[in-house]
């Protein structure tokens, strides 16, 4: 079935750096979005993005968070500064619609770790 | 704040029984619900959805309950087999928003 590639798996880097985690959606989705899981707690929602824009975002997308989609290219999550506090497992997803209309598509997730 | 919750975090069922996975929600204006499986180091997967305006949705041995009075809905898991072992997470939504807002998951078992 359709396909979402996070890349890569697991990251580790030192709090203060910029780090970017990538996303290759299924191709023909036109909705894109992340997800932060800290370890042992829910996912919680991050970002929507579609036709080039933030649709929705919240409270823990913060300032040092943005996201792009260059040229149709990957879906881009870019952290600037990290802090320790942004360690947990980022799940991209994509959708062909909206959420009630068409079903999530989630990637494996991508580990960071900020040291 | 958190708006849903699965109360049980793990849950043993022999195999051929029935697994009943149960999540609770505390905002009205949801009107989407749907239960996701995950495999551990995999991505979530859905495996299925109801409106708010059904009650009950079946899809071979899977069934959601949705008990919009109570704010509860469930899935049930009819001839459990050793690879349902998963962890499951509900979901839900309302519409008009991107938002997907998930439970902490339920990690089933079963034992064969």
């Known amino acids: 079935g359709p396909k979402v590639l996070q890349i890569p798996s697991h990251q580790i880097i030192d709090m203060g750096q910029m780090v970017t985690l990538n996303c290759d959606p299924v191709s023909n989705h036109l909705y894109f979005y992340w997800y932060k899981q800290i370890l042992g707690q829910q996912m919680e929602f991050l970002v929507n993005?579609?036709?080039?824009?933030?649709?929705?975002k919240s409270k823990l997308f913060k300032d040092q968070f943005s996201v792009e989609r260059p040229d149709g290219s990957y879906f881009t999550l870019k952290i600037q500064p990290t802090a320790l506090e942004d360690s947990a497992v980022y799940f991209c997803?994509?959708?062909?619609?909206?959420?009630?209309?068409?079903?999530?598509?989630f990637g494996h997730g991508t580990k960071l770790s900020v040291l | 704040g958190q708006q849903v919750k699965q109360s049980s975090p793990s849950l043993t069922v022999q195999e051929g029984g029935i697994s009943i996975l149960n999540c609770d929600y505390e905002n009205d204006m949801f009107d989407y619900f749907a239960w996701y499986k995950k495999y551990p180091d995999n991505s979530p997967t859905l495996l299925i959805s109801?409106?708010?305006?059904?009650d009950k949705r079946e899809d071979g041995r899977l069934t959601v309950f949705l008990n919009k009075s109570g704010k509860h809905f469930s899935l049930h898991i009819t001839a459990s087999q050793p690879e349902d072992t998963a962890v499951y997470l509900c979901a839900r939504n309302q519409g008009g928003s991107a938002k997907l807002i998930f439970g902490e998951g339920t990690k089933l078992t079963v034992s064969s």
């Open positions: 997803a994509s959708s062909l619609g909206t959420i009630s209309n068409e079903r999530l598509f």
């Open positions: 993005f579609y036709n080039g824009k933030v649709m929705e």
């Open positions: 109801v409106r708010s305006n059904v």
